[in-house]
């Protein structure tokens, strides 16, 4: 618990500034969870583990009250960190790689971010980088209602399970990107800036799991890794107009891919 809880002031020392949090959660690799696995079995089999890791995050985030699917961007800034806090303390989670964050400059305008993500994500080591790189454009919305919002921390948290393998991986990968908006259209740009990336990597620990599989059922609602990619992800609201994400468009934010 020293190191969890040293690694937790190196993470808060290096928190982004920010006006607003949209968040995004994602599933990669095979689920090999069993249809009917109750909730102890979903704990004590690592087999089921990818749902383990889906119920940690779910119960975390309740008790946070960090819940992009119904909470705004301005609002979740204020329980972002706690939640994260929480995530990374949790004991059967063992920290991999010491978190650190990559700076980037980005010069112009959307079409260079997929280069600057591609080079800060490549430098961290990202696994999976261009879904990660696909993941954070996503979430970068066409048209802003509040202009005042301008410094935003996007959040794609990654639940791995590679095939015919029973490790689990659970990855935040933090995004600080500034967003500027047309005083009259509302529609979103990007300035010249140095965005900020940032990675969190653990592993689920299957023996703790397994020793506490009782406790943890009963602590940790049983949560499906599809509804954990719906918890965790801020919706796309039919007033930002989030058609944004056209073949040409698209294609023109991941210029480098």
């Keep these: ?55 940690v995050i779910r119960r975390q985030a309740e008790r946070t009250f960090f819940l992009p699917h119904k909470m705004g961007p301005a609002e979740l800034c204020g329980s972002f960190d706690r939640w994260k806090d929480t995530v990374i303390q949790f004991p059967g989670f063992k920290m991999t790689r010491r978190p650190r964050p990559e700076d980037v400059v980005m010069e112009g305008e959307a079409g260079k971010l997929g280069k600057a993500l591609q080079r800060g994500l490549t430098a961290l080591s990202v696994p999976h980088a261009t879904d990660v790189a696909f993941e954070f454009i996503d979430l970068i919305p066409e048209k802003l209602e509040d202009r005042s919002l301008k410094e935003f921390v996007l959040s794609v948290m990654v639940i791995e399970k590679p095939k015919n393998s029973q490790e689990v991986m659970v990855r935040l990968v933090e995004l600080l990107i500034e967003l500027e908006s047309s005083m009259f259209s509302k529609k979103v740009s990007i300035p010249d800036q140095t965005i900020r990336l940032k990675l969190v990597e653990m592993k689920v620990d299957k023996d703790f799991m397994q020793r506490n599989a009782q406790t943890l059922a009963k602590a940790m609602p049983k949560t499906l890794v599809s509804e954990f990619m719906w918890m965790l992800t801020s919706p796309k609201k039919e007033d930002l107009d989030l058609e944004c994400l056209n073949q040409d468009r698209f294609s023109q934010w991941i210029d480098g891919f």
């Design 1 to 55: 618990m020293l190191i969890k809880s040293t690694l937790v002031l190196i993470l808060t020392s290096v928190a982004f500034a920010r006006d607003a949090v949209l968040s995004r959660g994602v599933f990669v690799g095979v689920d090999t969870t069993e249809k009917n696995a109750s909730p102890i079995e979903v704990f004590r089999n690592p087999m089921n583990h990818a749902t383990a890791a889906a119920s």
